[in-house]
């Protein structure tokens, strides 16, 4: 069977592109790789990248210059987890709250991890994980 490598891009549906490029760029420092009113391709961490969408922006095929996008779209509440590192925990806590950022909640696991919660604009689930929440990390 054909091996995945991995997951590339995660995708969320924003109502406001712009305010949405703004935190993520504010809060979490990612670098702006593409974009436009319609959407934004933020690199999120090596080989990964966070796709913003404006909801409804993508229902319609997307020609672009080596082929053709399908289209999509999402609506409601998702949810996107960010890996940290245990030691840069407290400081993702300082962090958030220097933003005002409400934390929505915080989770130590069986394994030995730790979750912290909180929402971006469109209220979507944001969680910043450290190693130990699941088998695979």
């Known amino acids: 069977m054909p091996k995945v490598n991995g997951i590339v891009e ?3 549906h924003v109502a406001n592109v712009g305010q949405s490029r703004e935190f993520y760029q504010s809060l979490f420092g990612f670098d702006d790789m593409a974009g436009t ?7 999120a961490g090596p080989k990964q990248v966070l796709l ?3 909801k409804g922006g993508s229902t319609e095929p997307i020609a672009v210059p080596g082929g053709l996008i399908p289209p999509h779209d ?3 509440r ?3 987890g960010f890996a940290i590192s245990e030691n840069e925990y407290d400081g ?3 962090r958030l709250t220097n933003h005002g950022i409400a934390i929505e909640s915080e989770v130590k696991w069986p394994l030995g991890g ?6 971006d604009p469109d209220q979507h689930l944001l ?3 450290t190693p130990g929440v699941w088998i695979a990390y």
């Open 10 to 12: 995660t995708a969320l």
């Open 37 to 43: 009113d319609r959407f934004c391709a933020l690199h």
């Open 52 to 54: 913003l969408f404006r």
């Open 74 to 76: 999402g609506a409601g």
């Open 78 to 80: 998702m949810h996107v």
């Open 92 to 94: 993702w806590l300082e």
């Open 114 to 119: 730790r979750s912290i919660y909180f929402r």
């Open 127 to 129: 969680e910043l994980i």
